[in-house]
């Protein structure tokens, strides 16, 4: 089975950094791109940044030059690394990723339990 672990969420002032992480585990042949989604209450789901295995990156326009999306191939672990944070960053974030378990399987998407980030004064 493969996870997907979340951390670093929390409260924080507008103004404010925070780190998220997330580390995949289990049986894992391949993780071709890892990304952060996040969900406002009342509000869909959206993409907020995505890394691919050749480092390219994409971002939300709202978050460009905020935020930065990094991996760590080795310990199959993806961050964001969240600046000057806004009340409108307020959400909760899951952790997303293409992965192939063996080199015979389909990639398949999974998704972490997801962590709250609170932009607040």
């Known amino acids: 089975q493969v996870q997907l672990v979340e951390s670093g969420g929390g409260l924080v002032q507008p103004g404010g950094s925070l780190r998220l992480s997330c580390a995949a585990s289990g049986s894992i042949f391949r993780i071709n791109y890892m990304g952060w989604y996040r969900q406002a209450p009342g509000k869909e789901r959206e993409l907020v940044a995505r890394?691919?295995?050749?480092?390219?990156?994409d971002y939300l326009d709202s978050v460009k030059g905020r935020f930065t999306i990094s991996r760590d191939y080795a310990k199959k672990t993806v961050y964001l690394q969240m600046n000057s944070l806004k009340p409108e960053d307020t959400a909760v974030y899951y952790c997303?990723?293409?992965?192939?378990?063996?080199?015979?399987?389909?990639?398949?998407?999974?998704w972490g339990q997801g962590t709250q980030v609170t932009v607040s004064s």
């Open positions: 997303n990723g293409e992965i192939k378990k063996s080199v015979t399987d389909w990639p398949r998407n999974y």
């Open positions: 890394i691919t295995t050749n480092n390219n990156s």
